[in-house]
């Protein structure tokens, strides 16, 4: 899974981005606003981790061209301040959590866990039904069929992650480059290379290409 954390203080940016990374998680650590939208930019990510009071663009700005960017990606923010009006704009901006400083790892932990729910409502702690006996771990990457493994590339288990967090929904080709090939220019006829890759280890059907828009992934009665 992929993070983007933006913490100004270098001890708590270190103690977060080392306790994300021993469970697991991929994480790009900013120290300020405009390193976090240069990275925002770039590529894409499954979860942001953002501190309000951050030198440069603060986070509630970065937030908002999250928003625009990747309207479904999962946003935590994080700060010293409790007054509602904070806590009020920064869910008006479209974060999923706010978390007061300071705080519990455990705490955190937590929240990610929780929001995470948000990304598939039949996801069964960490599991996610596709239907057709097919199951997809986004806790370990792994695509499952009736409890069978099936192996899959670093590039097909960033496929299949992106389209669950947008199931029922187009993932456009630019969505796709930015989260898969972080931006890198990629020839079509490579990315329907994958997709066919992917697809040959589906149930015909499960994805569904838009002709020049981008790709669905869909259950089957």
């Not at 993070?3 to 080392?18: H, P």
């Not at 929240?111 to 598939?120: A, D, P, V, Y």
């Not at 020839?187 to 002709?211: C, E, F, Q």
Request: charged share 25%; glycine share 4%; aromatic share 10%.
């Amino acid at each position: 899974m992929k993070a983007l954390l933006l913490e100004d203080d270098y001890c708590s940016n270190s103690v977060i981005a080392n306790e994300l990374r021993e469970i697991g998680f991929n994480i790009d650590a900013c120290f300020d606003g405009d390193s976090a939208m240069d990275l925002v930019y770039t590529k894409a990510h499954d979860l942001y981790i953002l501190d309000i009071n951050v030198p440069g663009f603060n986070g509630n700005e970065v937030l908002e061209y999250i928003r625009n960017r990747y309207p479904t990606s999962l946003v935590i923010m994080i700060s010293t301040h409790i007054e509602i009006e904070f806590i009020k704009k920064a869910f008006s901006l479209g974060c999923q959590d706010y978390l007061k400083k300071p705080f519990e790892m455990e705490e955190l932990l937590l929240r990610i866990k929780n929001i995470s729910r948000l990304l598939n409502p039949d996801k069964n702690e960490d599991n996610v039904n596709l239907s057709q006996g097919y199951t997809f771990s986004l806790n370990n990457n792994q695509l499952l069929h009736y409890g069978k493994l099936i192996e899959l590339t670093r590039i097909e288990s960033l496929l299949m992650r992106i389209l669950i967090q947008n199931i029922g929904n187009i993932v456009t080709i630019e969505t796709l480059r930015a989260y898969v090939w972080e931006n890198e220019e990629v020839a079509p006829a490579t990315m329907r290379y994958w997709i066919h890759r992917l697809l040959k280890k589906l149930k015909n059907g499960m994805i569904v290409n838009t002709r020049g828009v981008g790709y669905r992934l869909r259950k089957l009665d």
